[in-house]
């Protein structure tokens, strides 16, 4: 894919296209050397700071080259505003995601077979879908694009196993080029990226994350003067578009409340609120020239506002990386905007609560590797199963089952769905009447197979194949054929893993010590992190240079606006608060519990308890709601586990 390719162009050159699609003369730093490297049939990576117009790298070439752009992103509000935006130039873009209707769906799926659409945005998860598969494995696809790419490093803050197939993907879909996307990458994590992308050192794009604009400041204080402190420097500066970022969800809830009470137009946003309260708070956000949303980091991404003056870390980010993307929201229009960080050292607690929350124990990986070994050669699972079986987190155990693929023991095949559900929207006589020969008996036969409710039928797909003596994916084809016609109603559930064992290990045991071995690396280089933050906002240096260094870039002199360089020799970190000491009447009550739940015997699940950190065995035993969930979220998370590895169930 790195190779040259001779593509035909659609439009005489680059900054023609530009000036006839999207009105600009020119083009912004950076955009213009991707972009021929991607027209001369190169891959290419873009390291561009937040609102720095990384879309049109992938937006214009995909005007220009015959065949298809894919652009895989994470960020549904991305692909929402960016199709709006496209649509409305004359350019035929579209998604293909689980809130599309049959119809809309179908549509869609017409275009990219007729060859109409330009753009198809995607999300990562939508290649375990065989559906999708079947119609994209069919197009000539000229740019398969990759927004948010340093999750396919295991050095970046955001490692998504998911992402490790993508390019496994784009290599069966025969992309002519890749491009990889990300406004934040280290060094070594560009260097991942272009590693498993095949992208020359030529091609790999980084611009300046220096802004100019963006006065950044960090002010230590405690706990108890937090709230009063965010409610004073609201009132005192010139209102505009902002930004709370927060940790919790509880959080979000409680400061809009307090924000609003004291006459301010704020909104909470988070991941636990229905899609239309979210997207209710973000369209008024979006309107807002005063507007304050309270949010978790689940809010921001894809967010196309230009005048955000002010973003405000009530909580301290997870990492620099984190810390770059949120305030990079902020005076996107060039104009002046303050970034402040309101340093709070007793956040770390449950900063590293979570981290440490979400390292399976070892107990809980011998589990997934029993559950994984005992089945056939080959087979097929359910991650929600197995997170279940295991007590792992879903994104967890598809690390560790990706880690199992990478060292050879498994290889995965395409996924599939367990069950078709679908509703005849013309009788079954009308259907066949389409037909003739061996095609109107294949689909009679296939109808038989199907089980009757009161609207719909339901159909096994692999036990249809079986019964048939048919290839899986022709009764597959079959049914999209229907839906496509506007004959069917199609839903699909159930989706399963297929996976071919490839070798059993010599040491069951000894891989996963190995396997916890590499989650308790990964917990480490979290807190490490973490720690990276703390450090940052104490820094008796320029913060800007450092954070622009963070990500290699060095620059000469002080940047004069930063708390170090406005007022040099201010101190920077607030004491952590001493922990208190565990209450015996608490923890008589956790021991209460387990022997109620003998089922439960791993330490690590009852100190996310006490922790309030969720986790399949506490919700499927309902313990979720119980009063003892998040009693001690401030407490160690490790002194919890001891003290329950050091008592009896």
């Known amino acids: 894919m790195a190779t040259a390719l001779k593509t035909k162009t659609r439009m005489p050159n680059p900054t023609q296209t530009l000036k006839s699609y999207f009105g600009f003369d020119r083009f912004r730093p950076g955009q213009q050397q991707v972009i021929e490297c991607l027209l001369m049939g190169k891959s290419a990576a873009a390291v561009f700071p937040t609102g720095a117009g990384k879309s049109l790298c992938y937006q214009l070439p995909a005007l220009m080259l015959d065949g298809l752009t894919v652009v895989v992103s994470p960020l549904i509000a991305l692909m929402k505003d960016q199709i709006d935006a496209l649509t409305r130039r004359g350019i035929s873009a579209a998604r293909l995601d689980s809130t599309l209707s049959a119809d809309e769906y179908r549509a869609v799926s017409g275009q990219i077979h007729d060859g109409s659409l330009r753009l198809l945005y995607v999300a990562p998860e939508r290649f375990q879908n065989e559906r999708f598969r079947q119609v994209i494995g069919q197009t000539r696809v000229s740019l398969f694009a990759v927004d948010e790419a340093h999750c396919i490093s295991e050095w970046g803050h955001n490692f998504r196993p998911d992402y490790l197939k993508l390019v496994d993907f784009a290599r069966g879909l025969n992309a002519e080029r890749l491009l990889a996307l990300t406004a934040t990458a280290t060094p070594q994590v560009l260097d991942d990226i272009c590693r498993a992308f095949e992208i020359d050192t030529a091609c790999a794009i980084r611009n300046s994350s220096y802004r100019p604009n963006l006065t950044l400041l960090t002010s230590p204080m405690t706990a108890d003067s937090r709230d009063a402190a965010l409610i004073e420097r609201l009132k005192h500066r010139p209102a505009g578009p902002t930004i709370v970022y927060v940790t919790l969800q509880r959080t979000a809830e409680e400061i809009a409340r307090q924000l609003g009470a004291a006459g301010f137009y704020a909104r909470a946003y988070h991941a636990g609120m229905a899609d239309d309260e979210r997207s209710s708070a973000q369209e008024w956000f979006m309107q807002s020239d005063a507007g304050i949303v309270v949010a978790t980091i689940a809010f921001g991404m894809g967010i196309d506002k230009s005048n955000i003056r002010y973003v405000y870390h009530y909580n301290l980010p997870k990492s620099l990386e984190n810390y770059s993307q949120e305030i990079g929201r902020a005076g996107r229009d060039d104009q ?89 929207l013309e009788s079954s006589g009308q259907i066949l009447a389409q037909f003739e020969g061996e095609r109107r008996e294949f689909l009679e036969q296939l109808f038989r197979q199907a089980k009757r409710g009161k609207t719909w039928l339901q159909l096994d797909a692999g036990a249809a194949a079986a019964s048939l003596n048919a290839p899986r994916d022709r009764i597959v084809r079959a049914l999209d054929y229907l839906a496509d016609r506007g004959w069917i109603e199609l839903e699909v559930a159930g989706v399963r893993n297929r996976y071919e064992r490839l070798r059993e290990p010599a040491d069951r045991d000894a891989l996963a010590r190995d396997l916890h071995g590499r989650m308790l690396a990964r917990e480490k280089q979290e807190l490490a992190r973490i720690q990276q933050v703390v450090d940052f906002t104490a820094l008796a240096t320029c913060q800007v240079n450092a954070l622009c ?3 290699g870039e060095e620059r000469p002199q002080p940047c004069g606006h930063c708390t170090h360089c406005l007022e040099p020799g201010t101190k920077r970190v607030a004491p952590r608060r001493a922990k208190a000491a565990l209450d015996p009447k608490l923890l008589a009550r956790v021991e209460a519990l387990r022997r109620q739940y003998p089922q439960i015997d791993d330490p690590v699940v009852w100190a996310r308890l006490l922790c309030g950190i969720t986790s399949p065995a506490l919700s499927r035993a309902k313990l979720t709601s119980d009063p003892l969930f998040g009693a001690c979220p401030q407490q160690d998370f490790a002194e919890l586990r001891a003290q329950f590895e050091t008592r009896g169930a």
């Open 549 to 551: 260094l963070h990500f």
């Open 336 to 424: 002046p905007a303050t970034c402040e960080t309101l340093v709070c050292a007793d956040d770390l607690d449950q900063l590293e609560n979570f981290i440490l929350g979400d390292t399976p124990s070892l107990r809980a990986i011998e589990t997934l590797l029993d559950e994984v070994f005992s089945q056939g050669r080959t087979f097929d699972v359910s991650f929600y199963d197995l997170s279940g079986k295991s007590d792992i987190r879903l994104l967890v155990v598809r690390t560790l089952l990706t880690y199992l693929e990478l060292d050879g023991y498994l290889a995965g095949g395409t996924p599939f769905y367990a069950t078709y559900k679908f509703k005849p």
